[in-house]
């Protein structure tokens, strides 16, 4: 009895220091996750590259949906994640319509101004490696042959979190990739993009096909 009145009597000050675990879901984590994709900039389909006897049709692409998967680590600060998309469109140029699918390796950092919060803000940056490749987009002597472009990108985006609890959540925002093409495969050896000419024996091409794209995002995270 006389113990348990003096731990009563304690005062505050003495009493250990104490704090309501998080409700964040932290560590590991799978995910799956969405975007639209919508390709600007010099992919405008009225644009043809020659390397003498060799063309490659740089397409228009219809606007369309990604599916990603990845996997990443979470913090209270934020996160990292790497994952690995998919879309596939339409491929327009000159009249001929075929298609093209987007493949693209990411690595993203997240940032999260708010913490121990339900809802989070947060802010994204990250790197993308792209690979396009499009049906039938290079010709030479006659033959056809599927292109393949590969590039480089880099992500910004921001959104809101929302924690289902310790272990699930999810996030939507809007994220804008700018990918940059230098290397083209179609039809024998690759060539550099910038090498090549605009129209047969033109001027030369001299830089990066550049393709931005802005859209929504939507994700889930589960921490395993």
């Known amino acids: 009895m006389m113990m348990a009145a003096a731990l009563v009597c304690l005062p505050a000050s003495a009493a250990p ?52 998967v990845g996997l990443g680590i979470r913090r209270r600060s934020g996160l990292w994640e790497f994952n690995v998309s998919r879309s596939s469109h339409q491929a327009l140029w000159g009249g001929t319509e075929s298609r093209a699918s ?3 390796l990411e690595v993203n950092g997240w940032g999260f101004p ?33 292109a393949t472009y590969t590039g480089l990108g880099i992500n910004l985006g921001a959104g809101l979190v929302l924690n289902l609890g310790r272990r699930v959540f999810i996030s939507g925002g809007i994220k804008h990739r700018f990918l940059g ?16 000419t605009v129209g ?3 001027a030369e091409w001299d830089k990066w096909l550049r393709a931005p794209s802005t859209g929504l995002f939507f994700g889930l995270g589960i921490v395993i």
């Open 102 to 104: 987007l493949l693209v």
């Open 17 to 68: 220091d104490w704090e309501p675990p998080s409700s964040e879901p932290n560590g590991f984590f799978l995910s799956l996750s969405g975007q639209e994709f919508s390709l600007q900039g010099d992919l405008s389909g009225d644009l043809t590259l020659w390397h003498f006897e060799k063309a490659f049709f740089v397409p228009k692409l219809s606007q369309d949906f990604g599916l990603a």
């Open 181 to 196: 093409f230098f290397y083209v495969n179609g039809g024998g050896k690759g060539r550099d993009i910038a090498d090549l």
């Open 114 to 146: 708010w913490k121990n919060s339900v809802l989070q803000a947060y802010y994204l940056l990250g790197l993308c490696f792209p690979l396009l490749t499009v049906q039938n987009g290079a010709r030479m002597a006659g033959s056809v042959y599927d």
């Open 200 to 202: 047969h024996q033109g």
